[in-house]
């Protein structure tokens, strides 16, 4: 769940940014934002500009955000048995391993993220290497590696690109009428006033946060084929083991865009839910051949 609150929280703060500096590049060339055709043209370059940026930061977000460590050289047996596992399921899904590293957490979870499948991260809780059997872990190991595999960041970037171009120009369109409807005939004929781009500016969260549902929706519906890959790579039972134990567990504590790619999302929410209930989850699985 943790990849996923924390991509949308990273790509919301730079889509907002990036609605500043396009206000300001309307203001200093004199480009008309009322041109339909330049409005959508400039929308797609900022949207999907915005989304990549957060991909691309992903990681290094990841890794501070969580302070997760990156593992050099294995310092125990459990960091042995976790690169090794870890080494083994990337060879078996046919990409390069990823980083592997620990985050100090009590809870029990466990993300994937980065821009490229096969330069990507993983990241496990402490409090999941102390309270899961070697078996649960390896199966909560393999859904992150099928998230990599299936490339769900890059797809999830590609939505969020286009939820992103919509925010912007249907912010700027409504805001532009919004606008001409409260200013002067003055401030009409000389361009949009500075209630334009308050009201744009807030329009743009308000969207942001009501599109971050679609990107959610799709996160649910990765989670089951997550939950399918991991049971190709280690066996069902041991898949359908770790959902269970996590259904034991205590609350996840990822926040940000992280939420959507952790093993484990939130619980409650309806329409922003990262992840589908874990009874369904198992439903499915143990429907599956």
Not at 127 to 138: F, H, K, P, V
Request: charged share 15%; glycine share 8%; aromatic share 8%.
């Amino acid at each position: 769940m943790k990849r996923i609150a924390l991509f949308l929280i990273t790509n919301l703060a730079v889509v907002l940014v990036l609605g500043i500096v396009l206000n300001v590049v309307f203001s200093l060339t004199g480009m008309d934002s009322r041109s339909i055709g330049g409005l959508l043209t400039l929308a797609i370059v900022f949207g999907f500009g915005g989304s990549f940026i957060s991909l691309a930061m992903s990681k290094w977000i990841a890794k501070r955000s969580t302070g997760a460590v990156v593992i050099k050289t294995p310092a125990n047996e459990t960091e042995s048995w976790l690169v090794n596992t870890v080494k083994a399921q990337a060879q078996k899904s046919g990409i390069d391993c990823p980083e592997i590293a620990i985050y100090d957490a009590q809870d029990i979870n466990a993300f994937a993220t980065g821009m490229n499948k096969n330069k990507a991260l993983v990241a496990v809780s402490s409090g999941l290497l102390t309270s899961m059997t070697r078996d649960e872990a390896e199966a909560v190991l393999a859904h992150e590696i099928s998230h990599i595999a299936s490339g769900d960041m890059v797809t999830l970037a590609l939505i969020q690109g286009v939820v992103n171009t919509f925010v912007i120009f249907i912010a700027r369109v409504i805001g532009g009428f919004i606008d001409n409807f409260i200013s002067s005939n003055d401030e009409e004929s000389s361009g949009h006033g500075f209630s334009y781009f308050i009201i744009v500016f807030v329009l743009e969260m308000i969207f942001g946060v009501l599109a971050s549902t679609i990107v959610m929706y799709y996160s649910r519906k990765r989670e089951f084929s997550a939950d399918s890959g991991a049971a190709s790579l280690v066996g069902k039972e041991k898949m359908i083991a770790a959902l269970q134990r996590l259904q034991k567990g205590s609350e996840p504590q990822l926040a940000g865009s992280l939420m959507a790619f952790g093993i484990s999302g939130k619980r409650s929410g309806g329409l922003f839910m990262s992840h589908p209930p874990l009874e369904d989850r198992i439903k499915a699985l143990q429907a599956s051949r």
